[in-house]
């Protein structure tokens, strides 16, 4: 009596913890497959008719180290880059959401620098007006507040999922107050170019497979 007293508690736990721990939903891209660590994807606006694809935006200049600013497309027709990402979670292979991330582009650095994102404080003024505005560039470093984002689904038109990237500094080794995940989404520089950094607005993209995926990972 005792032992089945016993299996049946063990049974209950199992069942509420079972409820209360829910894995979140994995990522998908444009065809309905899984986002995948290390796999290259195009980043999209929704949107049609709000611009292209997410590119970098390189220094002028030879010299080294060369950080580059996030940038989007301004026409539609062009996919911009390929980028990965990489759970900080080091034994996830799927992309999940609200699940701290990396992003890193997958051009070849000349300088051999980092091409992790992260989010940097912009030297000149956009205009907007605000100075000091928080863009996003290369040379982060994984597992760091600065290069901390997540991803996010958003309910923008039916039946197609589109998400939206946040820089979650809290969520990667680093105590502090402030707990909250601030949209990545896109603002204009004082020459007019789409720069990505932090905004109050939401930028819906979707992600595109840059190479054909193998059915396994699906």
Known sequence: MKLTFLYLNLIIFATVH???????????????????????????????????GLILSGNTTDSCPM???????????????PFTFNPIVLDET????????????????????????KVSTAKSDINEGVAGFQIVTTGGEMNTPESCFQIV??????ELRSYQIQHCPFKCGLSRSDV?????????????KRCIGLSNAIFP??????????KFMK
């Open 18 to 52: 079972a409820h209360l721990y829910t894995v979140p939903a994995v990522i998908h891209d444009t065809a309905g497959d899984n986002l995948h660590r290390g796999i290259p994807y195009y980043i999209l606006p929704l949107l049609h008719g709000s611009g292209g």
């Open 67 to 81: 950080i580059n600013t996030i940038t989007q497309e301004p026409f539609e027709i062009n996919a911009g880059i």
């Open 94 to 117: 799927l992309i999940r959401t609200s699940y701290p991330t990396s992003i890193e582009s997958t051009v070849v650095n000349p300088c051999g620098g980092s091409n992790i994102w």
């Open 153 to 158: 689904e958003v309910e923008m038109m039916p």
């Open 180 to 192: 909250n995940c601030y949209n990545v989404g896109v603002r204009l520089d004082a020459g007019g």
């Open 205 to 214: 993209v979707v992600f595109v497979v840059s190479v054909v995926t193998p």
